[in-house]
């Protein structure tokens, strides 16, 4: 499977050429490689940027960030260990709470920097990904971190030959019968991995559903809700409502 070829991506200062700015009363003394990949600013909060991002390839600026960031995980061989952040900052950001405090504009940045750094460090994130999140957060693009996210996980199943198979259940399934399916979808896709996600469905009764291909275009539906679904259209009856 092809990979993704990758284009540039520079900074470009709002203010004139100045290597200081102030933030929360501090001058940070900033250092740019003109290479996004670099991720490397000095001071205490090392990746608090006051630059713009001037994306040269991809269809959205979540894409192109995800993008980014896996160059930077290439460069510094730590493409898996970027993954697993990637999947901690899903779990982090699913939190509303969390969410709205990185994308309120009244709350100060420098107690968004902070809190940032304890989610960091309580996370074990790398250090490149905790200084991706803080160039997010200064400038003012956190609220694209599901996006970026998910772009992060397109663009690592590319990478690594990796076909994502996205697994809904009423309750979860056991490691063995993931296996199983893994086998599966690797037998149908001829992937050189495949990459297990798991997911609740209360809707399907019973049985499993299992989503792969490009944007989950293709379907394997052992569900019950799919048989009940299949009997009613042979009968003609409408939808089946089970009794609770």
Known sequence: MASLQHCPITFQARSPPSTRFTAGGKHLNLSFSGRFSS????????????????????DSAAANYASALADVAKATKTLEATAADMEKLDQIFSDPNIFDFFVNPIIELEKKYDLMDELAKSSSLQPHTANF???????????????IVEDFDVVYNRLTETELAVVASVVKL???????????????????NVR???????????????????????????????????IAAELEIGDIQLAV
Request: net charge positive; hydrophobic share 40%; charged share 30%.
């Open 39 to 58: 991720l490397k600013l000095a001071g205490k909060h090392h990746s608090r940027s006051r630059g713009v991002v001037r994306a040269l390839m991809g």
């Open 133 to 147: 999140l803080n160039i997010l957060i200064d400038m003012k693009r956190i609220d694209l971190i599901k996006e």
């Open 174 to 192: 056991e490691s063995q019968h993931l296996a199983q399916i893994a086998k599966v979808v690797q037998r149908l896709t001829k992937a050189k």
């Open 196 to 230: 297990i996600k798991t997911v609740t469905d209360p809707t399907l009764v019973a049985g499993f559903t299992v989503r792969y291909g490009n944007d989950g275009s293709k379907l394997i539906d052992m569900s019950v809700k799919k048989q009940l679904d299949d």
